[in-house]
């Protein structure tokens, strides 16, 4: 950045300092900065002496608005109880380096942040330093930085970093600023307390559906029921006479009923008349898709990965199973919502999204690339406003609810606040895809496996951004398309750390109408499940332990081998278990991070009751390990919920289940005791959001397994039930 572009940035921040971290491959500046580099991230420091981070990944409960914050006071030495928080707007400056976007996701937050946003941390405080040292007439090296303060040496003298940020925005931006080393970390690994705690407990954090301008009108739209139906007619009338209903019109697919508040437009939308072709999915159900599912196993799909020779390996003992996991809905606490703004000028978006902005070409340009779309603006006339998140799990990823709420405020020529209810919900979600594993897997005479075969058939969530499939000329791409084939799907079993000599893994993709999406851990959360039950499966029929099994497979990885057994010592393996109980073990890796769980149930009749829940992580470098454990707890709730709760059920092209009454959440009443070990380590940072929930349904289902003897195979567990 020169020189004069960086003072008028400066001087835009209240005579304070504005810093941009540069990163390769940014080519927009975000506001406020007038320059041609691009940050990665921002630190603002003003005369008051307050720290504002600018947070560029949404906050849904995970923690970032602290973690990010955490990183930055790290390295510039802040007073914690200065450091502010702000979300960043949609810019191509805060693309996440590690998905090519501005998105939250795939439990990259901290990942992504952990050298930037140290790195603009370092160089603020080198700054800071150099204008003190300036004004002091004393050498750099002679000043150090404590809890926001540049203090000298040899005289004790020391000036605030408000003091001293006016001075610092006149400096050249220094390079090359070395990072702290761990053993010297003062905020990084300890147990601060978040920074939007105090507004969450009071009331002020402002999530979607508290944003955006209060005299908005509510829309509500009535959508097909059945998966890719269609509108053929519809009577406004009834809906119209309903008190403070304004407008009904077709929109977005569907008919939108647009009203003063959300009780009229409910209401009215209630009364309204619509006739609807139900289209080709009306014959759809759980049968005709299991059936399908079972061809695809049977026609053997494309090899996703190979090693040895599995057509030549005749096994002592072989046993070949097939496990389900069904369809699945997010269920985020707060529904699909968006407030929209449409002027001739442009558009302003409030919406809790977690995919801000992304190029043109790639999954419609996110929120602002869909509301410019909508509107018929430019990409640069629209305004993104990040909110809190009441939930998110990948749901909100998705950019359907940002396109609707524009489409219906360019209509209306008004601010309207687009609100989803729990039922629109939960049948027009993007679903977690179901699946089915065809695994044959043996073992030799001394009881080692020596040969496992996999197949997995399921819609692939990647082959929304390809149009109709993922075609046989993308055999040869890589990344989230490697073969040719959807590496969601076959993520944590085709890359299994078992050590099996033989082994082959392959993919058929499955293709219905249901919309699929990101659903938390996405890939792992059924491939853990098969996979670790088939292992209890071997080691039952190897007559071993299946904590010992699993040791001797993997022996070639110490992370695996150091999660599975500190959550073995902390839960008492080996010893007897409460009367009545018994215990089941899974261990699996997913997003830079190994995580291990040993369940403790018993089994009443048909009922199974979690009791306790022990887990053992090692996700590298720890920020803050209150973050790290509410996190783990959070993750094994939400696959408590799927293991022994989730299923969405399709009847004649549409779902059945349509609130919490039929499509219950793990009740308080029903929680285990959880307790979180963290492994020590000082390895980059791995992601926390997601690896908690893989392991939490096969180590349940193992557990049940051994009360029962009768192996667990389809999800959610249902006892009795013989595969």
């Not at 090296?141 to 303060?149: F, I, K, L, N, S």
């Not at 996991?325 to 442009?346: I, K, Q």
Request: aromatic share 8%; with cysteine.
């Amino acid at each position: 950045m020169e020189r004069r572009a960086f003072i008028r940035a400066a001087a835009g921040a209240g005579a304070g300092l504005t810093l941009a971290v540069m990163l390769e491959g940014c080519s927009e500046a975000p506001p406020g900065v007038d320059g041609g580099f691009a940050p990665n991230a921002w630190v603002r420091i003003g005369p008051d002496g307050i720290v504002v981070v600018i947070v560029d990944r949404s906050e849904m409960g995970q923690g970032v608005s602290t973690a990010l914050p955490m990183l930055v006071a790290e390295e510039l030495d802040a007073d914690w109880a200065m450091v502010r928080y702000q979300f960043a707007p949609a810019n191509e400056a805060y693309y996440n380096p590690m998905m090519k976007v501005q998105a939250t996701g795939g439990s990259t937050s901290v990942r992504a942040a952990w050298l930037p946003l140290r790195q603009a941390g370092a160089v603020a405080r080198r700054m800071l330093v150099a204008a003190a040292a300036e004004a002091w007439k004393v050498g750099a090296e002679a000043c150090r930085t404590e809890a926001g303060y540049v203090i000298h040496g040899a005289t004790g003298r020391r000036s605030s970093y408000g003091d001293l940020a006016g001075a610092a925005a006149l400096l050249p931006i220094p390079t090359n600023v070395p990072l702290k080393r761990p053993a010297d970390f003062r905020i990084i690994g300890r147990p601060l307390r978040r920074l939007d705690l105090v507004d969450k407990v009071t009331g002020r954090a402002v999530f979607g559906l508290d944003a955006g301008p209060r005299e908005a009108l509510v829309a509500l739209i009535a959508r097909a029921p059945t998966f890719g139906g269609k509108l053929i007619n519809f009577d406004p009338d009834p809906a119209l006479a309903v008190p403070g209903v304004q407008r009904v019109f077709p929109a977005a697919g569907g008919v939108a009923v647009v009203a003063t508040t959300f009780w009229a437009a409910r209401t009215g939308r209630n009364a309204l008349r619509a006739i609807w072709n139900e289209g080709p999915a009306a014959s759809l159900n759980d049968a005709s898709i299991s059936k399908e599912l079972d061809r695809l196993l049977a026609s053997g799909g494309r090899v996703a990965t190979t090693a040895g020779a599995v057509g030549s390996v005749n096994a002592t003992t072989l046993i070949e199973a097939v496990y389900e996991v069904p369809y699945l809905a997010h269920a985020t606490m707060e529904p699909m919502n968006c407030t929209a703004d449409v002027r001739p000028d442009g558009v302003t978006v409030w919406a809790p999204t977690q995919f801000q902005s992304a190029p043109s070409y790639m999954a419609g340009g996110g929120a602002r690339g869909v509301a410019a779309r909508a509107a018929g603006v430019a990409i640069e006339q629209v305004e993104i406003h990040t909110t809190h998140l009441g939930g998110g799990f990948g749901r909100r990823s998705e950019t359907d609810f940002v396109r609707e709420a524009v489409e219906v405020a360019k209509s209306c020529g008004a601010p309207v606040r687009l609100v989803w209810t729990r039922e629109d919900d939960i049948r027009h979600d993007h679903f977690r895809p179901i699946a089915k594993h065809a695994i044959a897997a043996g073992l030799d005479a001394a009881g080692r496996p020596i040969v496992w075969r996999h197949t997995i058939a399921s819609p692939s969530i990647f082959a929304k951004f390809v149009p109709g499939f993922i075609p046989d000329w993308a055999a040869h791409l890589a990344g989230p398309l490697k073969g040719g084939i959807d590496q969601s799907a076959v993520e944590g079993a085709a890359d299994m750390p078992y050590s099996i000599p033989n082994r082959e893994f392959r993919y058929a993709e499955a293709r219905f109408p249901i919309p699929v999406g990101y659903w938390r851990s996405v890939g792992h959360t059924h491939t853990a499940f098969a996979v670790e039950c088939m292992i209890d499966e071997l080691a039952h029929a190897a007559h071993q332990d299946p904590v010992g099994f699993r040791r001797q497979l993997l022996t070639d990885h110490p992370r695996h081998l150091a999660v599975l057994d500190l959550a073995a010592e902390q839960a008492g393996w080996g010893t007897p278990a409460p009367a009545g109980r018994f215990r089941g073990v899974a261990v699996h890796e997913s997003f830079g991070s190994w995580v291990a769980q040993v369940a403790e149930v018993s089994v009443t009749g048909r009922a199974v009751r979690v009791h306790r829940v022990v887990c053992a992580v090692d996700c590298g470098q720890v920020v803050n390990p209150d973050t790290v454990k509410a996190q783990m707890e959070g993750g094994i709730v939400y696959g408590l919920t799927a293991a022994l709760k989730g299923r969405i059920t399709i009847e004649a092209g549409k779902v059945k289940e349509g609130n919490f009454h039929d499509y219950p959440m793990l009740r308080i009443d029903e929680m285990p005791v959880i307790e979180v070990y963290i492994v020590p380590s000082q390895a980059d940072p791995g992601g926390v959001g997601e690896p908690g929930t893989p392991p939490i349904a096969p180590a349940v289902a193992n557990a049940v397994f051994a009360a029962t003897g009768v192996p667990v195979r389809a999800l959610p567990i249902r006892v009795g039930e013989r595969p």
